[in-house]
């Protein structure tokens, strides 16, 4: 078994098939009943009506959801404990990251771009749940969703410098908050990871580096029944 659950790039059918849904899901979270959560494609969710969401600033601030509907405010990590309560992040290129403390039913969802993984926007969200909730890293249970692969994501000097490299090229956004995930505690096994990069799938996926369209996103969420 690998040290993480990975899933290759998905195949043009199961892409399709995703399409049809309107959500893609992560076979580790579906395991929880009480869990519901959903990483959104082209075709839906189109709005985020009926979840709490976040004015996103590219930062690492972390919020508390304390309603179940509306904009909390300005930040891009987005908790709660609350049955009843889906929180929401919109992606179109940065990651969208789920997670789920198994034993005390927290959640958060995550808007994970370069300024915020770099700021380390993970690792201050597990640290708040453990705050707010007593959430333990070794009870958490991952999900990163689809953004911008490392085949894709070309930067200059000094974004590549914050990511370790020497020069202007490649980052990998998911490798790297993979890692912060793994080093904060949560167990390799209890990530799971979709490889699906938004550049490269079109058809089923917005992408700002390639469509440059504003108004394009996808709603991921993660909520407690």
């Not at 309107?22 to 869990?35: A, G, I, R």
């Not at 990590?77 to 039913?105: E, K, M, N, W, Y």
């Not at 909730?133 to 249970?141: D, H, K």
């Amino acid at each position: 078994m690998s040290e993480f659950q990975h899933r290759a790039q998905p195949s043009a059918a199961a892409l399709r098939d995703a399409a049809d849904c309107h959500v893609l899901t992560s076979p580790l979270l579906e395991q929880f009943s009480w869990l519901r959560h959903g990483f959104g494609t082209r075709a839906g969710p189109l709005t985020q009506a009926g979840m709490a969401s976040l004015k996103q600033i590219h930062s690492s601030v972390v919020l508390i959801a304390n309603r179940p509907e509306g904009c909390i405010g300005e930040g891009d990590a987005l908790l709660a404990a609350q049955r009843g309560v889906t929180v929401s992040v919109r992606t179109a290129d940065c990651l969208p990251i789920l997670l789920a403390d198994a034993h005390s039913r927290a959640v958060a969802a995550i808007h994970a771009g370069w300024r915020g993984t770099a700021a380390r926007i993970v690792p201050d969200a597990l640290q708040r749940m453990h705050r707010e909730f007593g959430t333990l890293p070794r009870n958490v249970f991952a999900a990163v969703g689809p953004g911008i692969g490392v085949c894709c994501y070309e930067v200059g000097e000094e974004v590549a410098r914050l990511f370790g490299h020497d020069q202007a090229g490649k980052i990998d956004l998911l490798a790297e908050n993979r890692r912060q995930l793994q080093a904060a505690g949560v167990p390799p096994r209890q990530i799971d990871v979709l490889s699906a990069c938004t550049f490269c799938n079109p058809a089923l996926f917005y992408s700002w580096r390639r469509d440059r369209d504003p108004a394009a996103r996808m709603i991921s969420y993660v909520g407690i029944r």
